[in-house]
């Protein structure tokens, strides 16, 4: 009995602080969402979504040609090489490990690539060469992990990042042809990171950022590659400065910052003058990209809340146009999105019904060609629900972003089943993207709300820290508030909502079946926390810094740990609850999934708990995509749904 008066009492007292502010915008009224009218809607078959076909790493050929790309046409994420035009692609690699990281040598011969074992997040680099043929292993370092490369340095040297697992931080390296890596950083804070980000001077210099691990400062630093010397060009405390390119002439960095607004924006910085050049200011995020090749644009990423365009900024008039791309969400992909010829980009669309595909977008006609077709038939825009953009206001008044996939042809009579769905991170961000699980549920009738509660990114540097030493808090009473805003749409059953998430979404699942146990009818958690105090024990070194950084050490803050621990309130859960683990899980170790599995056993709750071995925090073999999502469907449908509606 104490237990729930002690969860009363925590959810209904009066909030410590005053409310955030966010990017002005209107307040959404919940009866104005509305379920369309949609004769071709149907029940996607959960074989076709959880087979459905999705691209990872994407890099152009030297002479671009050809793209080379990750895809699980498979069922594994392997490499394959498809024409520049589109068509069918071939495939060059076969391994029953995930293979991404691409990099294609400047001498057109060979194309690199990463490749871990089991999900474990280690990565050795691999090539193979770009006509096919043999894999080469190139390092074999279980104890140091090499990922992000980078190429164009003289003699074919590539630029990488590389991690002993015995430390949080990350250096600066380069490999040479003949497999010789060579670190040039020596990074003493563990709470840092560095990452190569390009080439210049010849393929002597690299420009790379030094992050933060808890992405509140960034660095830019430029190293010689023959010395090792390395020379800060900007960074402060508590700011981000992150370049993303360097003009030709080698005078201008395009620069991601959040200098004196405390929210990033595209900037140009001069580094002879060093003063800047800004776009015309916009209310949410921005990011600097690339300059065209022909030196007389900017591309750009502009934020639009949940949804994305690019822009280009013509460098002589400061005049911005829009590329002409569907609504949802684009976004360039690969280390360098930009064709060798500087014709066209990489780019991705997507949307709640929109799985994304690969595309070439043409910079001087503006008209986008597919290069991949993945999607089964069945994924028709047309046949899958829809998003809207909403915003609510919390407990204190917070105005929070959502984003509602809305299932067609319902009524509007308090019967509908719902799924809230908070994402991991915490410092993540819901967009407007193509998430399998909530498709396949909102075309089965789930109306699905997923809520940037505070911690996200994307709304101030105050609304991202408002969750320190605090998680499992403020963020939770956010996700609950994304509920009550369906229940006020007057579609939703407030005794038939569901909520699922992984990661941190996994760890909001549980915290808010205990916290709240009598706000969700069913839970669904694939890789979540439990006890941030094993966390701390078990987890990789990067991710414990992230976590001091969040909220220090046990030793630190224990009465912290304990109150953002699901542990301190699980006793309390009622809601049918179906974990799924990854068993080579370095971020959530698999003990978390088997504390919650034991604790809720004892008590006698209705609990599953699924572990897949060989994978990590998330999963890339197909079957295991397949079943988690049949498992995690299933679930829902049993115990939300009426015997009738089944």
Known sequence: MRSIIVTVMLLSASPLAAQIATPE?????????????????????????????????VTWSADGEHVFLSTNLTGRYNIWRVDADGGWPLQMTQSDDSQGGLAASRDGKWLYFTQDNGGDEYYDLYRVPTSGGAVERVTATPDLSERAMVPGGAEGRIALSVKKKTEAQSNLAVLSPDGTVRVLTAEGDPDFE????????????????REKIDATTTEIWRVDVASGKATKVLGQDGTIFRVMDVSADGEWLAVTTDVEIGRPRAGLYNLKTRKWRWLKPIVWDQSALRFTRDGKALLVESSDDLRSTLVR???????ETALKLPTGINYTTGNDPRSPDGKSLLVVNMAANVAGELNRYDLASDTVTPITQLALASLRPEALAGSQMVTYTSFDGTRISALVTMPANLKRDGSNPAIVIPHGGPTGKTDDYFDDIAAALASRGFIIIAPNFRGSTGYGKAFQAANYDDMGGGDLKDVIAAKHFLVQSGYVDPKRVGIFGGSYGGFMTLMAIGKAPDEFAAGVQWFGIINWRTMYR?????????????????????????????????????????????????????????????????????????????????????????DSLKRTVEWFERYLKPAAAK
């Open 313 to 319: 900024f013509d460098l002589a008039t400061g005049a």
């Open 194 to 209: 560095w990452s190569p980000r390009l080439w210049a001077d010849g393929g002597q210099t690299i420009f790379a950022n």
């Open 538 to 626: 078990d987890m990789d070194e990067v991710l414990k810094a992230y976590l001091r950084s969040l909220m220090g050490t046990p030793e630190e803050n224990p009465e912290g740990y304990d109150r953002a621990s699901p542990l301190t309130y699980l006793a309390n859960a009622k809601a049918p609850l179906l974990t799924i683990q990854g068993d080579n899980d370095i971020r959530v170790p698999r003990g978390q999934a088997q504390e919650v599995d034991d604790i809720l056993k004892a008590k006698g709750n209705t609990v599953e708990t699924v572990f897949y071995p060989a994978e990590g925090h998330g999963f890339r073999k197909r079957e295991n995509q397949l």
């Open 25 to 57: 915008r209107p307040v959404t009224d919940p009866k104005a969402i509305e379920s369309p009218v949609n004769p071709e809607a149907r029940a996607v078959p959960l074989e076709d979504i959880g087979n459905s076909r999705s691209v990872g790493g």
